[in-house]
């Protein structure tokens, strides 16, 4: 029978986000947010075509609040922020059809990891009374 | 180019409409996190306006810059060193490190960035 080998808990992060700010970010446009967002995160969006966050689906507000505190989470758990080296769009989250996510590590954040001796990294979310939760945890 | 009351209250203006603060809050010494509440979301929402705002361009970590502290030369018992202080103000020079110099205590860090801060950082884009 075949086991797995255990994985270690390296480190790990959490953040919660506010989803209504969210809508606020969201006013400012697609092309001001795919500075900070990338386009796996913001193509599922509905964004209307007015910059009003009336013309915003709350299911849009949810998915977005959730990568934020997902990149959040996993700076924490990297033990680096943004202003360190790493870009925001160097982590990526995505939801896949089941609604589960998953997260993309490129440039220094993928640096990051394999400096600390990580083998992956995964991401749980939650959404409570208008707050989105993440939680990141790197496994060596 | 925009005087200082001009830019203050256009900053002011910004960190209103961001954090949903009152404007009688928003005071050149208030900070941004402990006084006024933003959170680090809020800090995306505040870049965004002041560009929109003064039609400047904050590249990623200029004005914000986060964990500048992470490198542990810079950081010894839950303080700031020598070495992580004049890093701090070649990264942020429009801060005003006079209180922090006397107190550089990490939990502090935060109070560097106030509505004055921004302020000089505005300023600083225009000249």
Redesign the interface.
């Known amino acids: 029978m075949l086991r797995a080998k255990p994985s270690e808990v390296g480190a790990v992060g959490i ?1 919660l ?2 989803i209504r ?2 809508g ?2 969201l006013s ?1 446009g697609k092309a ?1 947010l795919s ?2 967002f990338s386009s796996c995160e913001l193509e599922p969006l509905q964004v209307g075509n007015r910059r009003s966050s009336s013309h915003i689906s709350y299911n849009s507000m949810k998915r977005l609040a959730c990568a ?1 505190a997902g990149k ?1 989470a996993v ?1 924490k758990a990297l ?6 080296g790493m ?2 769009n160097d982590v990526c989250l995505h939801q896949g059809s089941d609604g589960s996510w998953s997260v993309k590590l490129i440039g220094h954040a993928a640096e990051r990891l394999k400096e600390m001796g990580g083998s992956h990294v995964a991401v749980s979310m939650t959404v409570s009374k208008g707050h989105a939760i993440a939680q990141a945890i790197i496994f060596t | 180019m925009a005087s200082k009351n001009e830019v203050f209250e256009k900053v002011r203006n910004c960190l209103v ?2 954090l949903g603060v009152d404007e009688e809050e928003v005071k050149p010494e208030a900070t941004i996190m402990n006084d006024l509440g933003g ?4 800090f ?2 505040i870049v ?1 306006r002041l ?2 705002t003064f039609n400047i361009k904050i590249p ?2 200029e004005l ?5 502290l ?1 490198n542990e030369a810079f950081v010894k018992d839950g303080g700031v060193t020598a070495a992580g202080l004049e890093e701090l103000k070649k990264k942020i020079p429009y801060a005003d490190m006079s209180a922090f110099e006397k107190d550089p205590r990490i939990a502090n860090f935060s109070n560097l960035f106030t509505v004055d801060m921004i302020c000089r950082y505005v300023e600083s884009k225009a000249q």
């Open positions: 953040d986000v506010e700010k969210i606020r970010l400012h001001r500075r900070f934020f959040e700076f033990g680096r922020g943004w202003g360190q870009r925001w | 409409e961001a959170e680090s979301i809020d995306l929402d965004f560009e929109k990623r970590g914000f810059p986060e964990s500048i992470s």
